[in-house]
């Protein structure tokens, strides 16, 4: 069966300091991953996916990047964070493009203090 | 990204029934899926129309319709258990994948 990972659930950090969050799916090949932002109360903001190994889509201009370093590893970075990055950030995979269900990890709530 | 709107919230008793509307752009789109999600956790699938017309799941069904470039979740019978957000979501030129604003069902005794 198919499991997605992803980690820290939550996280704590200053502003200005860099960001890594990870998230690895088991059980599939060459899926579709995504990242998304929720802020509280609000809707799910895609952010980034991809389709392959190195080739990441961005859908909005911020101060996020992602990369993906293996077929089923996705990995959400800055550079220097800032207070708005605050949010709950969720990773999901997709099987392909004619995938009709999302799979979601636990999310991780970061906190820019 | 594209455009997919419902309403913000709902209220219900338990043991009713309610409806929640969804509205997208078609410009690329593909299907549209249905998504729980509690506070504080992470969405999960409820159910996926490709085709005009309603799909049954348990107490949860949905409905599309192309032509109006609208669809529907409608769930029976509610339990306390079912207040939690739920969002139109579907993916668009294939690998896109957009979700609405969602709306936050409150079931009542």
């Known amino acids: 069966s198919q499991t997605i990972h992803q980690w820290p659930a939550t996280l704590v950090q200053p502003v200005g300091s860099p960001l890594s969050l990870e998230c690895t799916v088991e059980g599939t090949s060459n899926p579709n991953l995504y990242w998304y932002r929720q802020a509280a109360g609000r809707g799910l903001q895609l952010l980034f996916y991809?389709?392959?190994?190195?080739?990441i889509s961005s859908e909005v201009p911020q101060n996020l990047s992602a990369s993906r370093p293996q077929d089923r590893q996705f990995i959400l970075s800055s550079k220097k964070l800032l207070l708005s990055d605050s949010s709950f950030y969720l990773c999901?995979?997709?099987?392909?493009?004619?995938?009709?269900?999302?799979?979601f990890g636990q999310g991780t709530r970061l906190t820019v203090v | 990204g594209q455009s997919l709107e419902q309403p913000s919230e709902v209220t219900a008793v338990e043991g009713a029934i309610v409806q929640i509307n969804c509205t997208y752009q078609t410009s690329g789109f593909y299907g549209l899926s249905w998504y729980q999600q509690h506070d504080g956790g992470a969405p999960t699938f409820l159910s996926y129309?490709?085709?005009?017309g309603l799909e049954e799941t348990g107490r949860f069904s949905s409905f599309l319709s192309r032509s109006d470039s609208y669809g529907y979740l409608l769930l029976q019978e509610l339990q306390m258990k079912d207040s939690a957000s739920y969002f139109c979501a579907g993916p668009y030129n294939f690998n896109k994948f957009y979700f609405g604003s969602g709306t936050k069902l409150n079931v009542k005794p």
């Open positions: 991809s389709v392959g190994i190195g080739q």
């Open positions: 129309n490709a085709l005009d």
């Open positions: 999901a995979w997709r099987r392909g493009p004619s995938g009709a269900e999302a799979f």
